[in-house]
């Protein structure tokens, strides 16, 4: 397993921090590093992530770390998940290559980016068993649905 202090996150918003950092504290009993990417938003495009992180991933890039992992809603986008997810990161790519002396062959290896199909909290309900481990969130008969493409928040609040 890679060193897990070396990985940094980027997020839309709290609900992914906070889901990380518990999730990564309970199964490997590290916190990793996650900061928020500015952005939130089913409207934001592609060139708006790429302009509202690019600071804090030049950071990162400086930082050593090695993995950068960008974790971005698709929200109700016409685009699918995939897509959307390789298109994202050949934008951030280009643009380090652009305005740094940072390799494109290092920065395949080192920049992901993972696209939940709608939002974050479908992730959330594709773990029934680790949602039921927290005595306030769910009752203990919950079954496992499958929840990508639906409103994951909404279905939260269910």
């Known amino acids: 397993m890679k060193d897990l202090n070396k990985c940094v996150f980027f997020v839309d918003g709290p609900t992914e921090i906070h889901s990380l950092k518990r999730k990564f504290l309970q199964d490997y009993y590290v916190s990793p590093v996650v900061r928020i990417t500015g952005c939130n938003g ?3 495009s592609i ?6 992180s690019f600071g804090t991933l030049l950071l990162a890039l400086n930082d050593s ?7 971005v809603d698709r929200e109700s986008r016409d685009i699918s ?8 990161k050949n934008a951030l790519i280009n643009e380090v290559i652009s305005r740094t002396r940072h390799r494109e062959a290092d920065l395949i290896d080192k920049i992901f980016v993972c696209i939940p199909d ?6 959330i309900l594709a773990d029934i068993d680790g949602i039921k ?3 306030e969130l769910i009752i203990d008969s919950a079954v496992q649905n499958q929840f990508d493409g639906h409103n994951g928040v909404s ?4």
């Open 118 to 123: 709608r939002m974050f909290e479908n992730w």
């Open 42 to 44: 089913k409207d934001v």
């Open 133 to 135: 481990s927290a005595d």
């Open 47 to 52: 060139d708006g992530y790429v302009s509202a």
């Open 155 to 158: 279905e939260l609040k269910k």
């Open 65 to 71: 770390f090695h993995f950068i992992i960008f974790i």
């Open 81 to 88: 998940s995939p897509r959307f997810a390789t298109r994202l």
